[in-house]
């Protein structure tokens, strides 16, 4: 046996290696901090750009609405993001981690500075194409078993502090451009810092022992092989119904309050609630690790979901400010949850030559809900007569949908990612 200094045994059986980290070190510690801060702007820009969403709208001059449909066109994007995630099988985690960031961050604060509706949505197809996140892959690949789950609900949960950030800046985007301003310079800061601790970056273990053993993937349709079948479809369309799910309440808040509810607080004072809203996710990430590691993923899943579905009920039904965020608040919670347990899953069953091209295109279903639900959304409520109509049928829909495809997914909690991959994927063959 042969320890390294990270905590990873090395151990030769026959033509099979395990190496799975046995001890938590400092190592893992600064993996923790930096795939942490690399969610943190991630999830920035996804969430800020939903708050912005009306502001982003009326300094393009677009008409009411218009902004689903070019978002729905920007989302194409992660329809092909499969191809820098199979680069990362190639040739490695470490070094694209750092391009993919470069790439998207230099597209997204171009895109701000755009005047040009053209100009601006092909900048934010780029930012999509490369603004993956490999933090999950590089953390199933390094951290123990057992840790597994809670090391990613802790980077999400931390990662989601952003959307403080986030709410607090809505507060300061008051006059028409002020918001292309406060996105870049966040978007600028970040690039920078995750730069300089990108030095200090390992490439993964398992990734180096896989190019060892020449096994690297050299077909970006590998994952689609008979044995990966069966998880490909369930997991994708677990992202799928989730992005929908996403698509209502979470995201179209806005117009439902506008709309709806007599946009019955001003935007100062809508910057202040959210900051309250998304401690709930934060709370709602953290929790999901340790959940899927104490009472397993499927089990975490079908109790969120039924807690979500709950509060949507209240939130869609009630015009009780009070209850309107605290229900709000829940749902954030419990969205975070199974959302993410769906994230760990995406790449738990992989061997890893094919891990991030095999959860990249799980993952593409999560970027085809994306362009679906932008241009189908705002027709769904016209034809259904409310937001509030279409929130509720299209998300319990996909909730019901949720259960019976979990309870075909294998449970994962505190598993090696080789014993699933043996147990789970090669008894397919």
């Not at 070190?25 to 943190?40: G, K, M, V």
């Not at 997204?108 to 780029?126: A, P």
């Not at 008051?174 to 310079?185: A, E, F, H, P």
């Not at 439902?256 to 900051?275: A, H, N």
């Amino acid at each position: 046996m042969k320890r390294y200094k990270n905590g990873v045994d090395l151990i030769q059986a026959g033509t099979e290696v395990e190496l799975e980290a046995k001890e938590w070190t400092s190592y893992h510690s600064f993996l923790l901090f930096f795939t942490s801060i690399l969610t943190f702007f991630g999830l920035f820009s996804v969430v800020f750009s939903s708050l912005v969403s009306k502001n982003i709208e009326e300094s393009f001059g677009w008409a009411e609405g218009e902004i689903l449909i070019y978002f729905g066109i920007i989302s194409i994007g992660g329809l092909f993001a499969i191809i820098p995630r199979y680069l990362a099988d190639r040739y490695g985690r470490k070094p694209f981690v750092l391009i993919y960031a470069i790439i998207s961050t230099t597209a997204v604060i171009g895109s701000n500075f755009s005047f040009d509706t053209s100009i601006f949505i092909l900048l934010r197809i780029v930012s999509g194409l490369f603004g993956i996140n490999l933090a999950t892959l590089i953390i199933s690949e390094e951290v123990p078993a057992r840790h597994r789950g809670k090391a990613i609900g802790v980077i999400t949960g931390i990662g989601m502090t952003s959307s403080i950030l986030a709410a607090y800046l809505l507060t300061l985007a008051g006059t028409l451009d002020m918001w292309r301003y406060l996105y870049s310079i966040v978007a600028f800061i970040g690039i920078i810092i995750i730069s300089i601790l990108w030095i200090k970056l390992r490439e993964t273990r398992r990734f180096v022992h896989s190019k060892s053993q020449k096994r690297q993937s050299h077909s970006i349709f590998k994952p689609f092989q008979r044995k990966y079948l069966k998880i490909l479809i369930l997991s994708g369309l677990t992202l799928f119904l989730t992005t929908w799910i996403y698509f209502t309440i979470k995201y179209y808040f806005r117009f439902f309050f506008k709309y709806e509810r007599g946009d019955f607080i001003p935007e100062s004072e809508l910057g202040i609630w959210m900051m309250f809203i998304f401690i709930g996710s934060i709370i709602g990430y953290y929790s999901a690790g340790y959940l899927s590691d104490k009472i397993g993923r499927k089990k975490s899943i079908y109790i969120t979901i039924t807690i979500y579905f709950i509060a949507s009920v209240i939130f869609l039904t009630t015009w009780n400010v009070t209850l309107i965020f605290i229900s709000f608040f829940i749902i954030n919670i419990s969205f975070a949850i199974f959302r993410l347990i769906m994230d760990i899953l995406a790449v738990e069953f992989f061997q890893t030559d094919v891990r991030a091209a095999g959860s990249g295109w799980i993952f593409t279903f999560a970027a085809l809900a994306g362009i679906v639900g932008n241009f189908i959304m705002k027709s769904l409520k016209d034809a259904l007569g409310s937001w509030g109509t279409m929130f509720f049928i299209v998300g319990t829909a996909c909730l019901i949908a949720l259960v019976i495809i979990t309870f075909f997914i294998p449970e994962t909690k505190q598993r090696v990612v080789e014993e699933i991959y043996k147990t789970e994927i090669e008894k397919e063959v």
